[in-house]
């Protein structure tokens, strides 16, 4: 028996980022913009979605992804854009982010032809999601009034992944000791470029600029991958 | 909490190099701006790698301290706090030079090899 040193020098995501290429070269082909969607739970991605997807000039589809249950593509499904439902795990447990691997195992449930834009909405949380590419056009992320304004300063990993960052439930702020002010700041530290739009889904506050945001995307020239 | 996901891409990517020899040792390069825990990810890769060739493997992790550059200015300096703006300018056109590294740098594999392989002290390419 011998001890041999192997040089390999490789992404230990390597693979993951193969076939994060593969779904990209099918969304380029089909001709289909794909946003990645990601926030911690309960930041009102689904929220969002359902204010602004249905005066989108784009034709949309979604990918819902969550640890368990349909609750949010059911409620995607009543604005009649076409979802489809991406489960990580079976029963209790399960993965905590969408991988290219899972997202490819939705493909054939999504009609690409029929869409222009295609919004993944990961599953929550500010860790893990930031980690996998799935093959996504952009990176937008959702943060809340209600989680603090030293996130950024958590999750860089998160916050320097993503184009534009949406600051949530701007309704709830009366009620909070919360300085947007101290939260901008410290995104500026950690992702100086970030497109930054601040709103409310739940009452409609400012959400046009969110709609007009996912319209550019769906308008972008596919880029090399 | 990601370490869990992490440990299962090194596995797969050892697995697929040690073309079925049992492996001792992993030597990764992990960035700071990966966030990792070492000592979780350790943990995790000691499950995720049983009943596979890197079960009982040692896993060594070179931490690469994140290093920065400003385009306008040309300064360059380590990154301690997550602040990444130029510190002489200000300005946002920062490179990042080192610290998103995950990398399966090496792995020290244990294969049987002829008695004349051994005198002449030569192992064959696999």
């Known amino acids: 028996m011998h001890r041999t040193k192997v040089k390999i020098a490789e992404d230990a995501l390597d693979a ?7 779904n990209r070269h099918d969304f380029d082909h089909a001709g289909v913009r794909v946003v990645n969607l990601m926030s911690a739970p309960g930041a009102g991605k689904t929220t969002l979605l359902e ?55 939705a493909l054939p449930d999504l009609d690409l032809d029929q ?9 929550g949380n500010l860790v893990c999601p930031a980690e996998f590419r799935v093959g996504e056009d952009a990176r937008a992320m959702i943060c809340s009034v209600a989680e603090g304004e030293d996130k950024p300063l ?13 600051i949530n439930k701007v309704d709830l702020l009366p009620h909070l000791e919360y300085d947007i002010e101290k939260l901008r700041h410290n995104l500026e530290s950690v992702n100086p470029d970030a497109e930054v739009i601040e709103c409310s889904a739940r009452t409609g506050e400012r959400t046009d600029a969110f709609g007009e945001w996912l319209s550019r995307v769906a308008a972008r020239e596919a880029a090399a991958v | 909490m990601h370490e869990l996901s992490l440990a299962t891409g090194i596995v797969e990517t050892v697995v697929r190099h040690a073309d079925g020899r049992p492996v001792t040792s992993v030597d990764m390069r992990i960035g700071t701006l990966r966030q990792v825990v070492p000592e979780s990810l350790e943990f995790y890769f000691g499950i995720c790698s049983r009943d596979t060739v890197c079960e009982g493997a040692t896993l060594e992790q070179e931490i690469i301290q994140a290093r920065l550059s400003c385009r306008a200015c040309g300064e360059q300096w380590e990154l301690d706090e997550p602040d990444f703006r130029c510190r002489s300018c200000a300005g946002s056109d920062v490179e990042v030079v080192a ?5 399966v740098d090496s ?20």
Do not use: W
């Not at chain 1, 869409?115 to 599953?123: C, F, G, R, W």
């Not at chain 2, 610290?99 to 990398?103: D, Y």
């Open chain 1, 16 to 22: 993951n980022t193969t076939i994060a290429d593969a």
């Open chain 1, 154 to 166: 958590k999750y860089p990993l998160m916050f320097r992944a993503c184009e534009l960052v949406v």
């Open chain 1, 115 to 123: 869409i222009d834009l295609l919004v993944i909405e990961n599953v």
């Open chain 1, 51 to 105: 204010a602004t997807l249905p005066g989108l000039d784009a034709r949309v589809g979604v990918l819902e992804g969550d640890v368990q249950g349909s609750m949010d593509a059911d409620r995607i499904a009543h604005l009649h854009v076409p979802v489809v439902q991406l489960n990580t795990g079976a029963g209790f447990g399960g993965e905590c982010h969408l991988d290219a691997n899972m997202v490819r195992s």
């Open chain 2, 107 to 126: 792995i020290e594999v244990t294969e049987e090899i002829s008695t004349d392989q051994e005198e002449a002290g030569c192992i064959a390419p696999r």
């Open chain 2, 99 to 103: 610290g998103t590294e995950f990398e």
